[in-house]
């Protein structure tokens, strides 16, 4: 079946630029998913990416998909404190269903 | 504002008891989903519907039931039967008609056992 992973976790600088991982099985999806979560909340969706797209750029985002290899990138440029979360990468499958990694923690320090 | 609103924020369940955890959105999804998420892992899906009165069980359903007989509201009961409830349980919606269909998420339901 399908599968999502990622790297369980990373440190930065603040300042730093953060690059997150996540490569997927489903050569199929459609859209792919960069969520991020908070202490003790719900998933709030930071940013998407056609599948036939190769790069996408919102602000301090900037997401790669590389479809042959079905590795997905998200960067952070000029990482903040409050960027500290748990960031999930998400496939969608051929029912409409979101699969999820298993997230990974991204810690900044001061 | 649209949203999505799940209730209690925080429950405890006694042993052998059944608890049922409240979903409701106003964004006129068609779809709705249960996730539920142990510390430092991923979501595993519960349930989802993706049309009123029809369900299907996702990856981990034992121990669990939903309903949908209206399409704003899809509440979950985790019975007796499941043995590790302790968990954070995380609603969604989408629209599954529309090109791009992002996944909007609740605030979350803290489920401990006593």
């Known amino acids: 079946g399908e599968d999502v992973e990622q790297s369980l976790f990373l440190s930065v600088r603040e300042g730093d630029s953060s690059v997150i991982n996540c490569t997927y099985t489903?050569?199929?999806?459609?859209?792919l998913y960069w969520y991020k979560q908070e202490p003790g909340a719900g998933l709030q969706l930071l940013t998407y990416i056609f599948s036939n797209m190769d790069m996408k750029q919102d602000q301090r985002l900037t997401v790669l998909l590389n479809k042959k290899d079905k590795h997905l990138s998200l960067r952070i440029a000029d990482t903040q404190t409050g960027d500290s979360a748990i960031y999930f990468c998400?496939?969608?499958?051929?029912?409409?269903?979101?699969?999820f990694g298993s997230g990974t923690r991204l810690l900044v320090r001061p | 504002d649209g949203g999505i609103t799940q209730s209690p924020k925080y429950l405890f369940r006694k042993e052998g008891q059944n608890v049922t955890l409240s979903c409701e959105q106003n964004l006129n999804h068609d779809a709705m989903y249960w996730y539920r998420q142990d510390p430092g892992q991923g979501l595993r899906l519960i349930y989802y519907?993706?049309?009123?009165?029809?369900?299907q069980k996702g990856d981990i359903a034992e121990g669990y039931s939903v309903s949908r007989e209206k399409k704003e509201s899809f509440p979950l009961t985790v019975t007796s039967a499941q043995k590790n409830p302790t968990a954070f349980y995380l609603c969604?919606?989408?629209?599954?008609?529309?090109?791009?269909?992002?996944?909007?998420f609740g605030s979350g339901t803290q489920l401990s056992v006593l």
């Open positions: 519907s993706q049309i009123v009165n029809d369900f």
């Open positions: 998400a496939e969608m499958d051929s029912s409409y269903k979101l699969i």
């Open positions: 969604a919606s989408n629209s599954i008609y529309r090109e791009n269909e992002k996944l909007f």
């Open positions: 489903d050569s199929s999806s459609t859209y």
